[in-house]
């Protein structure tokens, strides 16, 4: 995709539609701030992993169809927005490589030290690594779906945040659930340990089944 195309992606992003991207983030500007900053980071290393030779312009892009989506009606139903964000992400990923012929002929007529290089040991490791990143999200997600919805409030209320904040939201949880903090420590404990084993579980057999692939 030129320059150009990229351009006019970004002009049809609409204050409101900003606005309501973040709404979905969080309710509280500061924390949707933080969220969408690591968010925009995610994105930005799925494509310079992948390859992408402008993974800032196209997690921006990404960004800015995700936030037209929401304000058409589409809603966020995952625990883990950035799901939502990198499903759209890989089918501008597709998109880029289907023009990837074209931005080699494009090449052509440069010397060969103004090829751009690639370390195809590194893009696999990394794509490695980010593969599994996402795996380990994913039963995250599936993990936290299984949880009762007190229980799920629970264990991400009691993790959310950062230092003062975090204080804070488990000050809050175990007055509304009204018990002490040591009691809300050991409930969290539990919970995230159980968590763990789930995650390990699902990540396990994801590894087998990626295994199984390779064989075949």
Excluded at 94 to 110: F, N, Q, T, V
Excluded at 121 to 129: K, L, V
Aim: glycine fraction near 4%.
């Amino acid at each position: 995709m030129d320059s150009i195309a990229l351009q006019r992606r970004h002009a049809t992003l609409t204050r409101e539609a900003f606005e309501k991207l973040l709404d979905s983030l969080d309710p509280d500007r500061h924390a949707a701030a933080e969220k969408y900053e690591k968010i925009r980071s995610r994105l930005s290393n799925f494509f310079e992993y992948r390859g992408c030779a402008s993974p800032d312009d196209y997690a921006d892009i990404t960004i800015n169809c995700a936030a037209k989506k929401l304000d058409e009606g589409t809603q966020i139903y995952s625990t883990e927005p950035l799901s939502f964000f990198l499903g759209i992400a890989r089918n501008f990923l597709m998109e880029y490589w289907e023009e990837a012929p074209k931005r080699a002929a494009s090449l052509d007529h440069l010397s060969p030290v103004e090829h751009p290089r690639v370390d195809g040991i590194e893009i696999i490791q990394r794509e490695e690594d980010l593969s599994r990143s996402e795996a380990e999200l994913e039963c995250l997600e599936n993990c936290l779906d299984k949880t009762d919805h007190q229980n799920r409030e629970l264990i991400v209320g009691y993790y959310t945040g950062e230092k003062g904040q975090k204080i804070e939201n488990r000050k809050r949880l175990a007055a509304e659930l009204d018990i002490a903090p040591a009691a809300l420590r050991l409930r969290a404990f539990r919970l995230r340990a159980k968590l763990e084993d789930c995650v390990k579980s699902c990540f396990a057999t994801f590894a087998a089944k990626q295994n199984h692939s390779y064989t075949n």
